[in-house]
């Protein structure tokens, strides 16, 4: 061998082990360092670095610990990615704005969507900034029964059939709700999340077939997602009613029912609601309940709530004017148009004032603070004229229309009720957003048990944010501004999120999906 020779080999054989030493140095592919842990499952709340490793935690230490990317949280706080259960807004933007508040996984499941496959083919063709899923859609099945017209799925072929009675009014034949039921379970085999009950939009579905549903929910270990029958605060056909229903449901058939939008379905009546909830789960009713930090939902202005004998009455005397769409107030003659004409327009709908009203304040803070019970968004997609703006679109423009809860649910709870009325410690606070929407699924959905956790082992969905200046900036008149104090968000252990600013050049999420599927 000449000089040369052996001067290349040696030369080839030291850089092969810097390259050796440099790898063990860079122990990890992401390492978070000097911040606040706050894991609520295990209580640990202290200052600790991490390292990620293929997209899950591999080590919480004190030691300095190096990786390939670094991110510097001192000063900040270091919690599980926030988890929402009620995420309609299944698209690219809304992903990336609620990345903005945190949010690491987006589910649909109380309404749910038909076919399955489709909804987890399509969403994995195009990609998704955050963590994806859905339930089945009890309301596709119904309305594909009804109008003899397979099902879409997405949100809007559900409100394309708003104005179509007979799904919501009659009762399903012995042959029908048969056809209905094969439709949900084929949902359930193909990875559903659980069963969407859109109840509340189809009230006279017949008693028989909500225990039918909860019974085939149960027999399959699966959880349903509820929107109540009834939403009234007068008797009869009143919400305490609607909640009763569902106590007795899920109490006969074992069912895990979830109560969706807690605030806005009770009304008033949450101070007789929650105490019967809160017994139901005492005697060992598998019942759970989410709700958001607002006054007012949002749906189709021609939904079978808002028609019917006295409705307005039974609401509260609510008035047609308290009904807004892209932020300005209807009147009496633009709601009866509308309803009309086009029902299935997305409006915004003020149940109570809690910004303007310190009793209306204390009516939504019982559904907020329920002891177990989780944050979720019902937030939806954003349109410009009612028409959704396309996937490619960022950041949302300024004139894009949806309900503020789309933006900023999760920091206007934190801002709320941890920082400004300290109802609940931090620790507290993040369970809400993480932990306790994980718990509420893993049962059914072992995923889940990954989710929710900053422990290692655990999927790296984290968010770093500062305590001190977390807040949404989303209002009803401007929904479309992103949140502030949200530093980093970190997706299957991915930076989706760095220094409060969004990588558009990825699209990180991964579907969460069945038991039935996964097997």
Not at 71 to 81: C, K, Q
Not at 447 to 467: H, N, S, T, W, Y
């Amino acid at each position: 061998m000449n000089k040369r020779a052996l001067f290349l080999l040696i030369l080839l054989s030291f850089l092969a082990s810097l390259s050796a030493a440099q790898s063990k140095k860079a122990q990890y592919d992401l390492v978070i360092l000097n911040g606040r842990v706050i894991d609520p499952e295990t209580n640990l709340d202290a200052v600790r670095n991490i390292g990620v490793r293929h997209g899950e935690i591999a080590k919480i230490t004190k030691k300095d610990i190096k990786g390939r990317q670094a991110i510097n949280a001192e000063g900040m706080v270091i919690a599980p990615g926030f988890i929402d259960l009620h995420a309609h807004g299944q698209s690219i933007p809304a992903g990336r704005m609620q990345a903005l508040d945190g949010v690491t996984t987006a589910l649909e499941l109380e309404a749910g969507v038909l076919p399955i496959s489709d909804f987890y083919d399509a969403a994995a063709k195009e990609g998704r900034p955050i963590n994806y899923g859905a339930s089945v859609g009890w309301a596709h099945a119904r309305i594909a029964e009804f109008s003899n017209e397979e099902p879409r799925s997405d949100v809007f072929w559900f409100e394309e059939h708003m104005k179509d009675p007979e799904w919501q009014y009659e009762l399903a034949s012995e042959e029908k709700l048969a056809d209905i039921m094969t439709r949900v379970q084929k949902g359930i085999e193909e990875g559903g999340l659980g069963v969407g009950v859109l109840v509340g939009y189809a009230p006279s579905s017949g008693r028989k077939e909500f225990y039918t549903l909860h019974e085939l929910a149960a027999k399959n270990g699966v959880p349903t997602f509820t929107h109540a029958r009834f939403l009234s605060n007068i008797e009869p056909n009143s919400s305490f009613e609607g909640f009763e229903e569902m106590v007795a449901v899920a109490a006969a058939t074992g069912a895990q029912m979830h109560i969706c939008h807690l605030n806005s379905i009770s009304l008033r009546d949450i101070f007789d609601i929650k105490p019967m909830l809160e017994k139901a789960q005492a005697n060992g009713v598998k019942i759970t309940v989410e709700a958001y930090p607002y006054g007012a939902g949002s749906t189709s202005i021609g939904a079978a709530l808002f028609r019917g004998e006295n409705w307005q009455a039974r609401m509260g005397a609510i008035k047609k004017s308290d009904f807004t769409l892209d932020g300005m107030p209807l009147s009496d003659a633009e709601f009866d148009r509308l309803q009309r004409e086009a029902p299935g327009t997305e409006i915004v709908v003020h149940f109570i004032h809690p910004d303007e009203n310190s009793e209306d304040a204390e009516v939504l803070a019982q559904s907020v603070l329920y002891p177990g019970g989780a944050i979720a968004s019902d937030g939806g997609f954003w349109a410009i004229n009612g028409e959704p703006i396309a996937s490619d679109i960022w950041p949302v423009p300024a004139n894009a229309q949806s309900h503020p809860r789309s933006a900023g649910t999760f920091s206007k709870f934190l801002r709320v009720y941890y920082r400004e009325q300290n109802a609940l410690s931090l620790s507290d606070a993040i369970a809400k957003m993480s932990l306790i929407p994980a718990q509420i699924l893993e049962e059914a959905v072992p995923q889940m048990r990954r989710k929710g956790r900053l422990q290692e082992g655990a999927d790296a969905d984290i968010v770093i944010f500062d305590p001190e200046t977390v807040s949404d900036r989303a209002t009803f008149e401007k929904p479309a501004q992103t949140s502030v104090g949200i530093r980093y968000v970190i997706v299957g252990g991915t930076p989706l999120v760095s220094g409060g600013v969004l990588d558009t050049t990825i699209l990180p999420g991964k579907p969460v999906r069945g038991t039935t599927a996964s097997k």
